[in-house]
C-alpha cells in the first residue's frame, strides 16, 4: 500500500510506539522504508544560555540513544532525530521526504484538544500525504 512510511515517536506513556509500528507494517508494501523520527522542541536562546552545553549534548544523546533503540523494534527503519515545532517538523518532514503516510500515535485529549492531541491534530490537518493516527 505504501512505500515510504514515517512514524513521529514520542518517549512517554501516553503514546504508544509499538502499536505505531505494528499499523506502520500493517500499511507497508513489501519493500516499503520506515523513517522514525522524534522531533526535539527548540529551546529559546535566553533559556540555553543558562544551561551548561554539556547539558544540552547529554540530553541530546540521550535521545539519539533511546531513538534508536526504539527503532531497533522495526527492522530496516531509518532513525532521525530533528528539531523544531513537531507538528510542523512533522509535516514539513513528510513534504519534503517523499512521506506517503504518516503513522502517529496520539494521546488522549483533554477539552483544550477537542478530539485528537496538538501534534497529531496539527498533522492530520496539514499533511498532504495519508495520515493514520493511532490511539
Same mark, same amino acid.
Not at 59 to 73: D, H, I, M, P, Y
Not at 127 to 130: E, G, H, T, V
Given at each position: 500500500m505504501y512505500k515510504h512510511i514515517l512514524i513521529p515517536v514520542l518517549f512517554d506513556d501516553r503514546h504508544d510506539t509499538q502499536a505505531s509500528y505494528l499499523a506502520a507494517r500493517a500499511l507497508a508494501d513489501d519493500d516499503a522504508k520506515f #523513517?522514525?523520527?522524534h522531533v526535539m522542541e527548540s529551546i529559546p536562546s535566553y533559556v540555553t544560555a543558562e544551561i551548561p552545553s554539556e547539558v544540552l549534548t547529554k #540530553? +541530546? &544523546?540521550?535521545?539519539?540513544?533511546?531513538? &534508536?533503540? !526504539?527503532? +531497533?523494534?522495526l527492522p530496516g527503519a531509518e532513525a532521525l532525530l530533528i528539531s523544531g515545532h513537531? /507538528? +510542523?517538523a512533522i509535516v514539513d518532514f513528510a513534504d519534503e521526504s517523499d512521506v506517503d503516510c504518516i503513522v502517529l500515535a496520539s494521546h488522549r485529549p483533554g477539552f483544550e484538544d477537542l478530539f485528537l /492531541? !496538538? #501534534?497529531a491534530a496539527r498533522v492530520v490537518r496539514h499533511?498532504?500525504? !495519508?495520515v493514520h493516527v493511532i490511539r
Open positions: #523513517t522514525v523520527v #540530553t +541530546r &544523546n540521550e535521545v539519539e540513544k533511546a531513538l &534508536n533503540q !526504539s527503532a +531497533r523494534a513537531a /507538528g +510542523r /492531541g !496538538s #501534534t499533511a498532504k500525504c !495519508s
